[in-house]
């Protein structure tokens, strides 16, 4: 199987057609629109997310990410607030942490994050990994009677109006599947993994199959495409820069992309992608030799580590 075919009007066929990428959104299963160019936050600290988001919302983006991880919600919640936007204007995702793997722990968290923003509701939660960190890449636990309770928690909040949307991350197949055994409502979303040099084609074509739309985080493979002579080459075959191709591929694979930057110059670089990289270069792409250091980061669970750094 291939994945659908590269073009404008990527992201399952549902782009909203506009000016620029601030205006293209794609709808969720639930009839929310998420804008398809966000914002990630993950390792911007605390102390200076307020104002990367005021600088970022300023350029254009209404779509941040954040997760309970990440502890930069209460920077987030700040930075919503001075922005100058309306609330209703802005799409925010956090995602319940990994390690809380009960319903109860689950549903005190969400609370606790619209307590630490000081927001009323969040566009979207997450449950941010199906096991707990200490075991990505340790253990074959898939906890899969705890992720029924953790999504039975975000299930009831979005019915008492706490979140607009619910969804999953780093999720594989048979995750999803034990989740849509019981679940009231379908995953509306997974957020995963893929740049060129990591693209799960298989789950990307099962998630769309099962009507849920695909995130993509580390676009850029956390700095390290910029390392690939190979991928430099195709951006310089578009006149583009490197994280401009990247952000583009993932487009075209269907996805909504979550750059993260605080320099507002590289915010305006990353939104500057109305080009199209063709059927063929896209296969190109696609087959490019997988990244397997991921450098500083290569510690991390999702990068192939085996813990987290303490």
């Known amino acids: 199987m291939v994945l659908r075919k590269s073009g404008e009007a990527a992201i399952m066929g549902k782009i909203q057609k506009g000016g620029t990428m601030f205006n293209q959104s794609v709808t969720l299963p639930n009839g929310i629109a998420m804008p398809v160019l966000g914002w990630g936050t993950w390792f911007i600290k605390d102390s200076r997310v307020a104002e990367a988001l005021r600088q ?10 954040t997760a309970q991880g990440y502890r930069n919600e209460r920077g987030v919640g700040e930075g919503v607030r001075i922005c100058g936007v309306p609330r209703d204007k802005l799409f925010i995702t956090s995602k319940v942490a ?45 906890y899969l009677a705890e992720n029924r309770q953790v999504w039975k928690a975000l299930e009831d909040a979005l019915v008492a109006g706490k979140v607009r949307a619910i969804g999953i991350s780093n999720f594989l197949e048979s995750d999803i599947e034990n989740l849509q055994q019981t679940a009231a409502v379908k995953p509306m979303v997974n957020q995963i ?58 487009l075209q694979l269907g996805m909504v992309v979550l750059p993260k930057t605080e320099n507002p110059d590289h915010m305006r670089e990353n939104t500057m992608i109305d080009f199209v990289i063709s059927d063929a270069d896209m296969a190109v792409l696609k087959t490019m030799e997988r990244i397997k250091d991921y450098g500083e980061h290569s510690y991390i669970p999702v990068f192939g580590g085996k813990k987290p750094r303490t």
């Open 56 to 65: 970022a919302v300023a350029i254009g983006y209404r779509h941040i990410d």
């Open 98 to 142: 990994a390690e809380h793997k009960s319903y109860e722990a689950a549903a005190e968290s969400i609370d606790q994050s619209l307590k630490t923003m000081g927001l009323e509701y969040l566009d979207l939660m997450l449950i941010h990994s199906p096991q707990p960190w200490v075991d990505v890449n340790q253990s074959d636990n898939r």
């Open 193 to 250: 993994l893929c740049h060129i040099g990591n693209t799960p084609t298989d789950l990307i074509m099962y998630c769309q199959k099962h009507g849920m739309v695909l995130e993509a985080y580390s676009p850029i493979a956390h700095g390290e495409a910029l390392k690939n002579p190979a991928t430099g080459e195709m951006a310089q075959k578009y006149g583009v820069t490197i994280p401009q191709l990247c952000i583009r591929y993932c």
